[in-house]
């Protein structure tokens, strides 16, 4: 006796996506949520390296005009 796997009619991905379909909206709406956090995850480390990076270049600056004065 031989055992043969039927396919099924959808993959799980086509099921997701039967089920997904009536919360579009939800799921449009997460997605958009999601590259906005993962953006800014990224943008603001940036941004207080920078902030630092200028603090830095000030006090060095300060110091500078404290040793002529």
């Given at each position: ?24 909206q939800n799921v449009s709406l997460g ?39």
């Amino acid at each position: 006796m031989t055992v043969t796997q039927e396919h099924p009619k959808y993959s799980r991905f086509h099921k997701l996506l039967l089920y997904l379909k009536p919360h579009w909206q939800n799921v449009s709406l997460g997605v958009v949520a999601l590259f906005i956090v993962n953006g800014l995850g990224t943008y603001l480390p940036l941004l207080i390296r920078d902030a630092i990076d200028d603090l830095e270049i000030a006090l060095s600056l300060i110091k500078f005009w404290a040793q002529w004065r």
